[in-house]
């Protein structure tokens, strides 16, 4: 486990929103070969999708902090069977230049209790759209648990996610929540 002094970063299949999360999507139709993970954090999707999912994409892992990246590569990806390729970069900057399809996109960033700015943004919306295979799923993580959290989440969700992905979800998690690109890719009995 991984913490800082206003974070504590979830680990393996402690991540129960990934847990839930990724059990929520109909993977039959979803060819996931290639992903990207922004904000890897200490790989817990990758160890979700591979314990949970015998998933075992060709992941392109995106992470800003040094020290993440460093104890990631020491406890974490050496017990993946996944191919893993981890770049040290600004996520929304990664975005906005990568011209990649990826099936499965994860966003999982925050700084502390906050989703960077840039993140929040149409022109991020558009490049991960522009980064998404046509048949491909989006989760994007978001806090839920108070009201200014939902208040926030729902007017981005409304204002900003539907209009780059008109047949979005949100995933309601208890406390924080998944937008996801296209209802569609999801069990239906998950669905509210």
């Known amino acids: 486990m991984l913490g ?5 970063y979830s680990w393996d299949d402690e991540y129960l929103n990934y847990v ?20 890897m954090g200490l790989g817990a999707v990758v160890y979700i999708l591979e314990k949970n999912k015998k998933i075992y994409p060709e992941i392109t892992a995106v992470e800003y902090d040094e020290d993440v990246i460093y104890f990631a590569k020491k406890y974490s990806l050496p017990r993946f069977r996944s191919k893993i390729d981890v770049i040290h ?3 929304y900057e990664f975005l906005l230049q990568s011209n990649n399809k990826y ?11 906050m989703i960077p700015q840039g993140f929040e943004t149409l022109e991020c919306m558009e490049a991960i759209l522009r980064n998404l295979s046509p048949q491909g799923i989006l989760l994007y993580n978001r806090f839920y648990s108070y009201y200014k959290d939902q208040y926030k989440t729902d007017k981005f969700f409304r204002n900003v996610f539907k209009k780059v992905f008109p047949g979005g979800y949100l995933l309601d ?4 929540c998944l937008l996801v690109n296209d209802r569609t890719l999801l069990k ?3 669905l509210i």
């Open 4 to 8: 800082t002094d206003d974070t504590i």
């Open 103 to 113: 099936d499965l996109i994860i966003v999982d960033v925050c700084v502390e209790d």
């Open 188 to 190: 239906r009995s998950k």
């Open 89 to 91: 970069a600004d996520g």
């Open 20 to 39: 839930w999360g990724l059990d929520a999507i109909d993977w039959s139709r979803i060819d996931c070969k290639r992903m990207l993970l922004v904000g």
């Open 173 to 176: 998690q208890k406390g924080t």
